[in-house]
Each structure stands twice: as structure tokens, then as C-alpha cells.
């Protein structure tokens, strides 16, 4: 599986942004997707997450901001992150869970700064 992610950039804080992230080689059977992030000095944390039929997980600090959502036939999930704050500043990475096997795409930055 090969994770391509993309939609990162600088925005001002309250600002929004929409990362993209698309599967290719071999997808059937990803059965979850989602994005993890990495801030200078800190540990990778879950951002969000859905399931193949749906189900989603958000971290509490991006509940109500950010919204996950996947095009099945696309292959491709997407994070939608609204009323930005400079601590969602980070490298965003894209995972795909298949046959327990955890898949990573590039990381794509997000600056969030006035």
C-alpha cells in the first residue's frame, strides 16, 4: 500500500485547511484509515481515524474542529480542520491499517501562525 497525502501549508490561526490522503497498490482490505501528527519535541499522537464502514475516533483536543471523512472508491481519505490553533502545528501523517500491517504515507506540514 502506498499512501500519497497532500493539503498542507500555512493558514492563520481560525483558519482552515483540508489535507488529502490517497491509497494506491494494494487496498482491498484496508479496514481503517486516518492521521496521526508529530510536533517538534513530542511524541506522534492519533489526530483521527474512520473505518471502512464509517466509524470514526477524533483526539479530544480536535473534537467539534476537524471532521474525517473517506471516498471508498477513491481510495481516499480526507481531514477537514477548522478553527486552526497554533498548537495544531505539525507533520501530519497518513495511516492505512491493513492485515496488521500499518502502512505510513509522507508527512505534509501544517504551520498554523499569524
Do not use: H
Not at 481531514?79 to 491499517?97: F, G, H, R, V, W
Request: charged content about 15%; overall charge positive; hydrophobic content about 35%.
Amino acid at each position: 500500500v502506498q499512501l500519497q497525502a497532500s493539503g498542507g501549508g500555512l493558514v492563520q490561526p481560525g483558519g482552515s485547511l483540508r489535507l488529502s490522503c490517497a491509497a494506491s497498490g494494494s487496498v482491498f482490505s484496508i479496514i481503517a484509515m486516518g492521521w496521526y501528527r508529530q510536533a517538534p519535541g513530542k511524541q506522534r499522537e492519533l489526530v483521527a481515524a474512520i473505518t471502512r464502514g464509517g466509524g470514526t475516533d477524533y483526539a479530544d483536543s480536535v473534537k467539534g474542529r476537524f471532521t474525517i471523512s473517506r471516498d471508498n472508491a477513491k481510495n481516499t481519505v480526507y481531514l477537514q480542520m477548522n478553527s486552526l490553533k497554533p498548537e495544531d502545528t505539525a507533520a501530519y501523517y497518513c495511516i492505512a491499517k491493513r492485515a496488521g500491517v500499518d502502512y505510513w504515507g509522507q508527512g505534509t506540514q501544517v504551520t498554523v501562525s499569524s
